[in-house]
Nanobody, 128 residues
Framework: DVQLQASGGGLVQAGGSLRLSCAAS????????IGWFRQAPGKERVGTSA????????YYADSVKGRFTISSDNAKNTVYLQMNSLKPEDTAVYYC?????????????????????WGRGTQVTVSS
């Protein structure tokens, strides 16, 4: 069966760092893009970053660019989100999701409806 297992959430102080992991199984990992999304209380779920496991291309939302880094370890079928310089506004439930790449390798970074598989969220709380 298909699984996306997110882990690494927790409570950190503002300015601190945290690394989230998304372990994938049950599908052809390098045929998919992996995105990290977050949902804060009372707000819509939005994308933060995404990566193509095929060519390694990445995309970041303006709100996290320069602070977050997404990476893929294809040998482990795992995608990471390194979060540095965390701010209280980063507090949210973080989800990883997988979208099958088009035949030309393209995908829609933050189009929630186009993601095929979703993992369970992991809570990130940043205190000030």
């Amino acid at each position: 069966d298909v699984q996306l297992q997110a882990s690494g959430g927790g409570l950190v102080q503002a300015g601190g760092s945290l690394r989230l992991s998304c372990a994938a199984s049950g599908f052809s990992f390098d045929d998919y893009a992996i995105g990290w999304f977050r949902q804060a209380p009372g707000k819509e779920r939005v994308g933060t970053s995404a990566i193509s496991t095929s060519d390694g291309s990445t995309y970041y939302a303006d709100s996290v660019k320069g602070r977050f880094t997404i990476s893929s370890d294809n040998a482990k079928n795992t995608v990471y989100l390194q979060m540095n310089s965390l701010k209280p506004e980063d507090t949210a439930v973080y989800y990883c999701a997988a979208q099958r790449l088009a035949t030309d390798g393209s995908y829609y970074y933050f189009a929630l409806d186009l993601y095929d598989y979703w993992g369970r969220g992991t809570q990130v709380t940043v205190s000030s």
